[in-house]
Nanobody
Framework: QVQLVESGGGLVQAGGSLRLSCAAS????????MGWFRQAPGKEREFVAV????????DYADSVKGRFTVSRENAKNTVYLQMNSLKPEDTAVYYC?????????????????WGQGTQVTVSS
């Protein structure tokens, strides 16, 4: 049974940093893309970042480029999202997701597995 468990969310002031973790289990994720999405109150879930588990290729939403960094630690089967220079508009529930293959990685409907989400709140 595949499980994705996010952690690391919390309350932070604007300009601060947080690191989210996504612990993956239940299968081998080689060949998978591991994505981060977020959903703010009253808004649709949106793509944030993605990394290929196999070769480390990464992509980011324009709104987070230069501030967020996605990485993976194969030995721990864990994906991270380092978030710096946080802004109030980054406030959302952040989700980790996994899909086979590195195609259409910004499309949330293409993902097979999802975590339960972790709340990030950025105060002004």
């Amino acid at each position: 049974q595949v499980q994705l468990v996010e952690s690391g969310g919390g309350l932070v002031q604007a300009g601060g940093s947080l690191r989210l973790s996504c612990a993956a289990s239940g299968r081998t994720f080689s060949g998978y893309a591991m994505g981060w999405f977020r959903q703010a109150p009253g808004k649709e879930r949106e793509f944030v970042a993605v990394i290929s588990w196999s070769n480390g290729v990464r992509d980011y939403a324009d709104s987070v480029k230069g501030r967020f960094t996605v990485s993976r630690e194969n030995a721990k089967n864990t994906v991270y999202l380092q978030m710096n220079s946080l802004k109030p508009e980054d406030t959302a529930v952040y989700y980790c997701a996994a899909r086979r293959g590195y195609i259409r990685v910004v499309v949330l409907d293409e993902y097979d597995y999802w975590g339960q989400g972790t709340q990030v709140t950025v105060s002004s």
